[in-house]
C-alpha cells in the first residue's frame, strides 16, 4: 500500500522568508508525485507533478520539488513567500498502475506581512 | 472552460436522514473521482469511474454509501442513512484518461461540506 508523511502540519513564516515544506511516500515501485494548494475558499489544485527524468521540477508561483529517490521524499521549496502563499498544501503520490492519488495529511501554511 | 461543478456547497441533516451530492466533471473527462476530506486530512478516495463502469470502490462502505454515473458524465453519491461521523468534504474530481497517457491531471470541485447533527 502507498502511504504519504507530512511532517509539518502548521508553519507560520513571514513575507520573504525561504519555504520548506516535508513530504515522505512509502510504496515499493515507480511513483508520480504530485503537490496540491487549496487556497482559503478555493478548490484543490495542482502545483507541480514529477513523473520522471529531472528529480528538481518547478511549478507555478515559484515553487520548487526535488524527489529524492534513496530518501523515499519529495519536499516542495520557495525561496521568498508571500502573503498570498497563505494555504494549505498536499502532498500526493499515484504509483504505478493505479489512477486515484494518495494525500497526506496537508500543512497548513499562514504568511505573515 | 467550465470547471467541474459540484452541489449543493453545504448541507445539513440530522443523522439518520438520506443525502445525496451531485458532481458534474468536465466536458470530456471520462474519469471520475469521488473523495472523502475529513477536517485537517488529505482526501481520501471513496470510488473511481471510468466513463460508467466503478472500477475501483474499494474504500466505499457500501452498507450506507452508493454511487452512480449512469451516462458516463454527471454523477450522484449518496448516504443512506448518515451518520455523525459522516461530517466531512466530499470532493468530487475528474480527468481525461486514455491507454497512452497513463496518468492526466485531477481537476477538484469546489466539495460538498456535509454537517450531520
Known amino acids: 500500500a502507498q502511504s504519504v508523511s507530512q511532517h509539518n502540519h502548521h508553519v507560520i513564516l513571514s513575507e520573504a522568508a525561504s519555504l520548506e515544506l516535508g513530504c515522505n511516500y512509502s510504496y515499493g515501485g515507480t511513483v508520480n508525485l504530485f503537490w496540491y494548494v487549496q487556497y482559503p475558499g478555493q478548490h484543490l489544485q495542482l502545483l507541480l507533478k514529477y513523473f520522471s527524468g529531472d528529480p528538481l521540477v518547478k511549478g507555478i508561483k515559484g515553487f520548487e520539488a526535488e524527489f529524492i529517490k534513496s530518501k523515499f521524499s519529495f519536499n516542495l521549496r520557495k525561496p521568498s513567500v508571500q502573503w498570498s502563499d497563505t494555504a494549505e498544501y498536499f502532498c500526493a503520490v499515484k504509483g504505478t498502475g493505479r489512477r486515484a492519488l494518495t494525500f497526506g495529511s496537508g500543512t497548513r501554511l499562514q504568511v505573515q506581512p | 472552460e467550465a470547471g467541474v461543478v459540484q452541489s449543493p456547497r453545504y448541507k445539513i441533516i440530522e443523522k439518520k436522514q438520506p443525502v445525496a451530492f451531485w458532481c458534474n466533471p468536465i466536458s470530456g473527462h471520462n474519469t471520475l473521482y469521488w473523495y472523502l476530506q475529513n477536517l485537517g486530512q488529505g482526501p481520501e478516495l471513496l470510488i473511481r469511474y471510468e466513463n460508467e463502469e466503478a472500477v475501483d470502490d474499494s474504500q466505499l462502505p457500501k452498507d450506507r454509501f452508493s454511487a452512480e454515473r449512469l451516462k458516463g458524465v454527471d454523477s450522484t453519491l449518496k448516504i443512506q442513512p448518515a451518520e455523525l461521523g459522516d461530517s466531512a468534504v466530499y470532493l468530487c474530481?475528474?480527468?481525461?484518461?486514455?491507454?497512452?497517457?497513463?496518468?492526466?491531471?485531477?481537476?477538484f470541485g469546489p466539495g460538498t461540506r456535509l454537517t450531520v447533527l
Open positions: 474530481a475528474s480527468s481525461s484518461q486514455t491507454s497512452s497517457t497513463p496518468y492526466n491531471e485531477q481537476f
